[in-house]
């Protein structure tokens, strides 16, 4: 079956770093471009970034420009998201999504507070 695991999040000081990854097994990785979503506390999903397939370009979402970068390595099956400078705002649940397939996450919750 298709599954796509979160891992990496966790509590962090506003300033500080994370790496999060997501794990894809069951479909066909490398011929999936991929994207980075979350969720705060009431509101909507937020796109966050996004990955061609073999990894050639990126694309991100304004508030997290500078600060996040999306990569893949396709032999893992894996794809992250680096992220610096956090922020008390970027607290929420992150969640990686298979654009072929429409596949989703189960999320990890990540929360910036001092």
């Known amino acids: 079956q298709v599954q796509l695991v979160e891992s990496g999040g966790g509590l962090v000081q506003p300033g500080g770093s994370l790496r999060l990854s997501c794990a894809a097994s069951g479909f066909t990785f490398s011929s999936s471009p991929m994207s980075w979503y979350r969720q705060a506390p009431g509101k909507e999903r937020e796109f966050i970034a996004f990955i061609t397939s073999a990894g050639g370009s990126t694309n991100y979402a304004d508030s997290v420009k500078g600060r996040f970068t999306i990569s893949r390595d396709n032999a893992k099956k894996t794809v992250y998201l680096q992220m610096n400078s956090l922020k008390p705002d970027d607290t929420a649940v992150y969640y990686c999504?298979?654009?072929?397939?429409?596949?989703w996450g189960q999320g990890t919750q990540v929360t910036v507070s001092s």
């Open positions: 999504k298979a654009i072929k397939g429409d596949y």
